[in-house]
């Protein structure tokens, strides 16, 4: 029923529903806003989320483009700073990035990959063109780039992040250069100043032309079109002198004399750039292997033979001695040659010596004979040899025997010195223990004697004390010693008696008592009294009771 109820306009309960009604509309209409308000901030930022946004895959760079700032030069290409329009130096590497699509654009470009094994070869793009003669970009203190054209530094394998804008990746067949061990690199710079004397073989570091200093063994990355280098091979090499067939020389005899031998030789290593710049030949490429033999070794070969073996005989060169002196000599001439000019002689052999057909069978057989005479020769000293060991070692026997004589008697006399030591050891001890037994003896009879005589002494005291006692009692007895012997008896007696029957007056024991009950009545005992019945009849039997105390 009460909510019926109609209230007039100008009720406060009217009005105050007005107010109700009032409030819930404002409500509604702020949360409407709020909801728009809301959606729009929504829908803003999707909006700058998806324009502003740059997003850069992994294997992508983005290249900013500025639309507005400063204007660029004229020969510009670039932009010179991030205040200027155009491209940028700068771009951006995978992730997200976010720019305002008002004032800058971009670019997606690729990653240049170096495959392995290969290099890549960055071209400048930008700055100043290259002088007459130049191909080699110029770069600053920091390695940017001062003109454009090719960079001296190459790219190793793998990803290079570089903007396409400034520079171009050339990747082609370029590897890189393997030092294998055992090889010397030898740098030639194809750029750069040239030196101030251009008669010079090696120029110092920097400047055009081949380097006085070698690689060793490794891997270099170099730029094809700034740096060549060319392998020596610095290991042993053997060459035969048979193989060019003519190594001969005629004797002073005027005897044909040919020879064959092996000569091993490597390049030193540190002289491989001069003797590669002196010896090489464009058209083995970077061998010059047969360029060292061709213009070192056998030049020098054939001068020492034929000047050595003009000035001996044909039939000097068939004998051993002979042919050890020219091999030694050869080998040393050799070296002596070759040292110089960067090539080390290890080793010079001549292997064979073709003597002339005329004399060879003549001095063959004079040889021989030789060989024969040192054969006979040998044996008779093989014959004195043994003879000798012979009788050394009949000598070494007898000194053996002797030896072992001298051993047997140092032998028996040290076990006889041991033994003798051993015994003087054992009757030494015996005498000790003798000794300690007859001190010991001699403290036991003193021990004895003193127990002895204590036991006297004693034993004195004893008899002194008990003649004292008896003394005593003796006076108390008047003086009388038989009475005291009596009594000391009856004492001892008296405890083993306590009955005595006896039937006869004429008894021995009787008489003891006889005697003592007639001096007893005569002089009794102080403090005594007589256990015989005096008056009892001598021929009557009696009975005496003798009670002990």
Known sequence: MADDVVFPEDHPR???????????GKLKKWFSNSLFLVALVILGSWFIYSQFRIEVADD????????????????????????HKGIQREFLRAGKHFRNPLFWDWEYHTIPEVPAGKIGILVSLTGENLPYGEFLAQVDENGEPITK????????????FLNPYLYEVIIGDFEPVEIKSGFRGVITNLAGPLPEDPNQLLVPEGFRGVQEQVLDEGTEYINPYATRISLVDCTSQRF????????GFPTKDGFWVSLDGIIEFRVVPDEAASVYVTYNDSDNGDAIDEEVIRKIIMPNARS??????????????????????????????MREACEPLGIEIIQALITRINPPIQISELVQERELAKEDQLKYLEQIQEEMTQKELRIDEEERDQKGKLVEADQEIVKKTTAANKKQAVEMTLANQRLEVAKLRLEAAKDEAAAIIARGTADAEVVGFQNKADAAGWKRSVEAFSGDGNEFARYVLLQKLSPSYRRLMINTADSPIMKIFELFSSEQSEKPVEGKTPTVNSKTPADSPMTTTAESN
């Open 60 to 83: 992508e760079i983005a290249v900013l483009i500025r639309k507005t700032g400063l204007d660029m030069d004229n020969g510009s290409e670039i932009a010179d700073s991030a205040e």
């Open 240 to 247: 035969n002198l048979a193989e060019k067939k003519d190594m």
């Open 149 to 160: 054209g090719i960079m001296p530094e190459v790219k190793r394998p793998g990803l290079v």
């Open 14 to 24: 009217r009005s105050q529903g007005r107010r109700g009604n009032d409030i819930g």
């Open 304 to 333: 020492f033979c034929r000047l050595q073996g003009s000035n001996t005989l044909g039939r000097d060169l068939i004998s051993g001695e002979t042919r050890i002196k020219f091999q030694e000599q050869f080998q040393e001439q």
